[in-house]
């Protein structure tokens, strides 16, 4: 009889530690969920294009040198992206990723900004227009734009670009 009591004690000492566990596992992922939640800043309005337009030559202004990464778009919807890299690398380490989208069609202006260093965490970075991969032949050590490579570039205008459908895209980094 007394070893049963061991056994029951064992017993609810296991199920005390197993609920403490996956208490502790949901508080540490919620936890972790809210603070990349608040790292990220995601602003969408209806705006007329004329409106649109301003606000995005007045965050054009801001940029003195053209962009890094320039697009031509070709007659069948795919972009030609040419990279231009700086003589030498930059070593500033970067903070933040800041897109700025207008989409003529739904009157869009969508701003979004992303931490760095949870593209840092990526294991491939990947950019998409269009729902195409256009940064795939570029000339980098992946074949590809990865952070460690837009690091390099250093801050400041990274996409400028018009796309035949009428939207509009600027992405910078500071």
């Not at 603070?35 to 940029?63: N, S, T």
């Not at 700086?86 to 003529?104: E, K, N, R, W, Y």
């Amino acid at each position: 009889m007394v070893l049963d009591k061991r056994k029951k004690g064992f017993l609810w000492i296991a199920l005390g530690v197993a609920c403490l566990v996956v208490m502790v596992g949901v508080v540490v992922v919620g936890g972790l969920a809210y603070v990349v939640y608040q790292q990220f800043a995601v602003k969408q309005a209806v705006v007329e294009p004329a409106d649109a337009a301003k606000q995005l030559d007045q965050l054009r202004a801001q940029f003195h040198d053209p962009p890094r990464l320039q697009f031509a778009w070709k007659p069948d919807g795919r972009p030609d992206v040419t990279l231009r890299k700086p003589q030498t690398p930059s070593t500033v380490s970067l903070t933040a990723m800041h897109v700025t989208a207008f989409d003529p069609k739904e009157r869009h202006l969508v701003r979004v900004t992303v931490p760095f260093w949870l593209l840092r965490l990526a294991p491939e970075g990947k950019m998409h227009m269009n729902g195409a991969e256009v940064l795939s032949d570029l000339n980098t050590p992946s074949g590809r734009l990865t952070p460690a490579d837009i690091e390099a570039l250093g801050p400041g205008l990274l996409v400028d670009d018009k796309q035949p459908d009428g939207t509009q895209v600027v992405i910078w980094t500071e």
